[in-house]
């Protein structure tokens, strides 16, 4: 145990969303970032946030993510693998304005924006903006919620272009298991979490894809933020 160490639970099953904003919500420190139960950490990422991006008070940091699938994962030729991307240890700094555009088109999705379980953003910040929208965390994908606010509040990002964290892609795990809808007990879960919200309205076709999931989730925080 440590003094600076609290444990937290909400006595009722959450959606996603709902759940990282119940967490958020204990936040007490000057910078936030998330660990998912299949993810980890490297011995070294806290140490190297602390020199880089606390001491040097800069507000956001995102970092490339390995990626280790467990022996549970749908794909057997897959299982029990990990894969690390080729990288390099220099930072750079990219301007929020063309990544926003980026990602309201479409236009790729690379692991190294910003979903707070590959990043530490300040709270501050960010909790006056959750004081003013209600909440940080829109349904029905709370990383891509974060990031779309990410990228409307800050005017730059700075990206370790090597992995700091280890995401782990598992059958049991809601967001990796939401490429097989219908197939797996876990994808279906997290949408009956949902109750209306899963009949996707405004999307072009009444189907639970993952880019309807993203679509919908996109559309909410910026009718939030306008």
């Given at each position: 145990?440590?003094p600076?160490?609290?444990y937290v639970f909400?006595?009722?099953?959450?959606?996603m969303?709902?759940n990282w904003?119940?967490?958020w919500g204990?936040?007490?420190?000057?910078?936030v970032?998330?660990?998912?139960d299949d993810?980890?950490?490297?011995?070294?990422t806290?140490?190297?946030?602390a020199?880089n991006?606390?001491?040097?008070?800069?507000p956001v940091?995102?970092?490339?993510?390995?990626?280790?699938?467990?022996?549970?994962w749908?794909n057997p030729t897959?299982?029990n693998?990990?894969?690390?991307p080729?990288?390099?240890?220099?930072?750079?700094?990219?301007?929020?304005?063309t990544?926003r555009?980026?990602l309201?088109?479409f236009?790729?999705d690379?692991m190294?924006?910003?979903?707070l379980?590959n990043?530490?953003v300040?709270?501050?910040v960010l909790e006056s903006y959750?004081?003013?929208?209600?909440?940080l965390f829109f349904?029905l994908?709370?990383?891509?919620?974060?990031?779309?606010?990410?990228f409307?509040?800050?005017?730059?990002?700075c990206?370790?272009h090597?992995?700091?964290?280890i995401?782990?892609?598992?059958?049991?795990?809601i967001g990796a298991?939401?490429?097989?809808?219908?197939?797996?007990?876990?994808?279906?879960?997290?949408l009956?979490?949902?109750?209306?919200l899963k009949?996707f309205?405004r999307?072009?076709?009444?189907?639970?894809?993952?880019?309807?999931l993203i679509a919908?989730?996109?559309l909410k925080v910026?009718?939030?933020?306008?």
């Amino acid at each position: 145990s440590h003094p600076r160490l609290r444990y937290v639970f909400s006595r009722k099953t959450l959606s996603m969303p709902d759940n990282w904003e119940f967490a958020w919500g204990h936040a007490r420190g000057k910078y936030v970032l998330y660990l998912c139960d299949d993810d980890s950490y490297l011995p070294n990422t806290l140490s190297y946030l602390a020199e880089n991006i606390i001491d040097k008070k800069k507000p956001v940091m995102s970092w490339e993510l390995a990626q280790y699938t467990y022996p549970t994962w749908v794909n057997p030729t897959t299982c029990n693998s990990l894969v690390i991307p080729a990288s390099q240890s220099a930072v750079k700094v990219y301007q929020t304005e063309t990544l926003r555009e980026d990602l309201t088109k479409f236009r790729g999705d690379r692991m190294w924006w910003p979903r707070l379980n590959n990043s530490c953003v300040e709270y501050s910040v960010l909790e006056s903006y959750r004081k003013k929208l209600g909440r940080l965390f829109f349904p029905l994908c709370p990383d891509y919620s974060l990031m779309n606010i990410v990228f409307h509040v800050f005017p730059e990002i700075c990206v370790v272009h090597r992995p700091l964290s280890i995401a782990g892609q598992t059958a049991e795990g809601i967001g990796a298991s939401q490429v097989c809808f219908g197939e797996n007990q876990t994808s279906n879960r997290f949408l009956e979490e949902f109750g209306d919200l899963k009949r996707f309205e405004r999307c072009a076709s009444n189907i639970p894809l993952v880019p309807n999931l993203i679509a919908m989730t996109l559309l909410k925080v910026n009718a939030a933020l306008s």
